[in-house]
Nanobody, 122 residues
Framework: QVQLVESGGASVQAGGSLRLSCTASGYTYSMGYMGWFRQAPGKEREGVAAISTGRSSTLTSDSVKGRFTISQDNAKNTVYLQMNSLKPEDTGMYYC???????????????WGQGTQVTVSS
């Protein structure tokens, strides 16, 4: 059974930083793709960043490029999202996902974590 567990969400002021973590179990971590998505109230879930676990290639959405960085620790089956220069519009529930399509679209991912809340105040 695949399980993804996120952590690291918090309330911060604009300009601050957070690092989210997602640890995967029951998943062939090295043969797939991991992604971070977020969803604000009343909005659709959007892809933020993705990483190819075997090659460490990455994708980053234009909305966070230059501020957010995705990385991984293969030995720990863990993917991270370093978020810097946070803005109020970054507020939302952040989800970790695992799948077999290297993309920032939700249909590319089959497994999802429960999410971790990020709130950025101005």
């Amino acid at each position: 059974q695949v399980q993804l567990v996120e952590s690291g969400g918090a309330s911060v002021q604009a300009g601050g930083s957070l690092r989210l973590s997602c640890t995967a179990s029951g998943y062939t971590y090295s043969m797939g793709y991991m992604g971070w998505f977020r969803q604000a109230p009343g909005k659709e879930r959007e892809g933020v960043a993705a990483i190819s676990t075997g090659r460490s290639s990455t994708l980053t959405s234009d909305s966070v490029k230059g501020r957010f960085t995705i990385s991984q620790d293969n030995a720990k089956n863990t993917v991270y999202l370093q978020m810097n220069s946070l803005k109020p519009e970054d507020t939302g529930m952040y989800y970790c996902a695992a799948g077999h399509i290297f993309s920032l679209v939700t249909y590319g991912y089959s497994y999802w974590g429960q999410g971790t809340q990020v709130t950025v105040s101005s």
